[in-house]
T-cell receptor, first 111, second 115 residues
Framework: GDSVTQMEGPVTLSEEAFLTINCTYT??????LFWYVQYPGEGLQLLLK?????DKGSNKGFEATYRKETTSFHLEKGSVQVSDSAVYFC??????????FGAGTTVTVRA | DTEVTQTPKHLVMGMTNKKSLKCEQH?????MYWYKQKAKKPPELMFV???????INESVPSRFSPECPNSSLLNLHLHALQPEDSALYLC??????????????FGSGTQLSVL
């Protein structure tokens, strides 16, 4: 069935380091792809999204490009801050109301 | 007001209790969702209401009973729960135009413990 697979964590980085979290998808058709972030003790927030091949989503210095040829939607940020410490979820939707999440990657940024 | 408010934030209940989780939004959204999230796991969809009608039920046990009394409110009634139902219950809302065309707003959740 349709699914997303994202890299296992946890990931620990120093401030100003480069972050990449891999996400690949398996789907029939052309799903919409998302990255959501969950800060400690909070609900999820949409970080960015892309709805078709070659679209690039970007927000708060994070970027991800919808790559149909590699079925990927990797999240990147060039210089992370302590405040970026959170759990990051790759997600997809092949249906107007159903959003399915990957396993989540815990990122810890140290000062 | 761009918030989804969930109450209570924490709930402890016995297996014979009946309780309700509440969710409220005043953004004019017409789609509302319940998700269940176990510790260190991704959220799992339970129910979707679209224009106050139940449109998706992900084969959730009947001890969970959703209710959407109006376009701003979403309840989840709990009865005879099991300890394995302990989790964070998240509510979300969207404009109702479909996930691919809109952003979902999540509440902070209710942390439920079933003893």
């Amino acid at each position: 069935g349709d699914s997303v697979t994202q890299m296992e964590g946890p990931v620990t980085l120093s401030e100003e380091a480069f972050l990449t979290i891999n996400c690949t998808y398996t789907a029939t058709g052309y799903p919409s792809l998302f990255w959501y972030v969950q800060y400690p003790g909070e609900g999820l927030q949409l970080l960015l999204k892309a709805t078709k091949a070659d679209d690039k989503g970007s927000n708060k210095g994070f970027e991800a490009t919808y790559r149909k040829e590699t079925t990927s939607f990797h999240l990147e940020k060039g210089s992370v801050q302590v405040s970026d410490s959170a759990v990051y979820f790759c997600a997809f939707s092949n249906n107007d109301y159903k959003l399915s999440f990957g396993a989540g990657t815990t990122v810890t940024v140290r000062a | 007001d761009t918030e989804v408010t969930q109450t209570p934030k924490h709930l402890v209940m016995g297996m014979t209790n009946k309780k309700s989780l509440k969710c409220e939004q005043h953004m004019g959204h017409r789609a509302m969702y319940w998700y269940k999230q176990k510790a260190k796991k991704p959220p799992e969809l339970m129910f979707v209401y679209s224009y106050e009608k139940l449109s998706i039920n992900e084969s959730v046990p009947s001890r969970f009973s959703p209710e959407c009394p109006n376009s701003s409110l979403l309840n989840l009634h709990l009865h005879a729960l099991q300890p394995e139902d302990s989790a964070l219950y998240l509510c979300a809302s969207g404009r109702g135009n479909g996930i691919t065309n809109e952003k979902l707003f999540f509440g902070s959740g209710t942390q439920l413990s079933v003893l």
